[in-house]
Antibody, heavy 121, light 105 residues
Framework: EVQVVESGGDLVRPGGSLRLSCAVS????????FSWLRQAPGRGLEWVSV???????FYADSVEGRFTISRHISNNTVSLQMFSLSPEDSAVYYCARGCTKTNCYYAFDLWGPGTVVTVSS | IQLTQSPSSLSASVGDRVTITCRAS??????LAWYQQKSGRAPKLLIYGASTVQDGVPLRFSGSGSGIDFTLTISSLQPEDFATYYCQHLYSFPPSFGQGTQLEI
């Protein structure tokens, strides 16, 4: 089944670190681009980071310098390493595949169920 | 690019025709997508390119508009359509979303 599934969410103290993983099934990480997005409780959607086919990465200003996205072709996963976490980073984190159809670029056509990150003392 | 959705919430009944609007802070051509998010679930892509319905999405969902103003229309509401709907621009990097429209019974 074509799907992505996130893992690694946890309760972490302010200033702490966490690594999220996105397991990709039935298609190749190397042939697609992926983003991480997040949604704070009761809030809207926020794009966080993207990794493109060639490995190029970009980040939202709010996480630049603290988060690192990477892909692992050997085990067909995408990860998000997060450092210096603050309560404002608390959210459900989603891994999503970027759409490649005409007029669809920058949209997200396959989402995982999400993993919860809570930053609190 | 800022996206403003209206209304923020909407009450409707099964069988109703419903329209949600999304206004962009600058012209974005037809570079807009719509998502549906049910409570506790991930968003689902409904429409891209302002009016192209994603594979598997019921045809009661339609999108229109270009430039600044866009609409999502549900022609005849079904019980499973009660959810929150988000627009997202596809015009440039970084992508951003509207604040959402909660569709309630």
């Amino acid at each position: 089944e074509v799907q992505v599934v996130e893992s690694g969410g946890d309760l972490v103290r302010p200033g702490g670190s966490l690594r999220l993983s996105c397991a990709v099934s039935a298609f190749n990480v190397s042939d697609n681009y992926f983003s991480w997005l997040r949604q704070a409780p009761g809030r809207g959607l926020e794009w966080v980071s993207v990794i493109y086919h060639g490995g190029t990465t970009f980040y939202a200003d709010s996480v630049e310098g603290r988060f690192t996205i990477s892909r692992h072709i050997s085990n067909n996963t995408v990860s998000l390493q997060m450092f210096s976490l603050s309560p404002e980073d608390s959210a459900v984190y989603y891994c999503a595949r970027g759409c490649t159809k005409t007029n669809c670029y920058y949209a997200f056509d396959l989402w995982g169920p999400g993993t919860v990150v809570t930053v609190s003392s | 690019i800022q996206l403003t959705q209206s209304p923020s919430s909407l009450s409707a009944s099964v069988g109703d025709r419903v329209t949600i609007t999304c206004r962009a802070s600058q012209g974005i051509g037809n570079s807009l997508a719509w998502y549906q998010q049910k409570s506790g679930r991930a968003p689902k892509l409904l429409i891209y390119g302002a009016s192209t319905v994603q594979d598997g999405v019921p045809l009661r969902f339609s999108g229109s508009g270009s430039g600044i103003d866009f609409t999502l229309t549900i022609s005849s509401l079904q019980p499973e359509d009660f959810a929150t709907y988000y627009c997202q621009h596809l015009y440039s990097f970084p992508p951003s979303f509207g604040q959402g429209t909660q569709l309630e019974i």
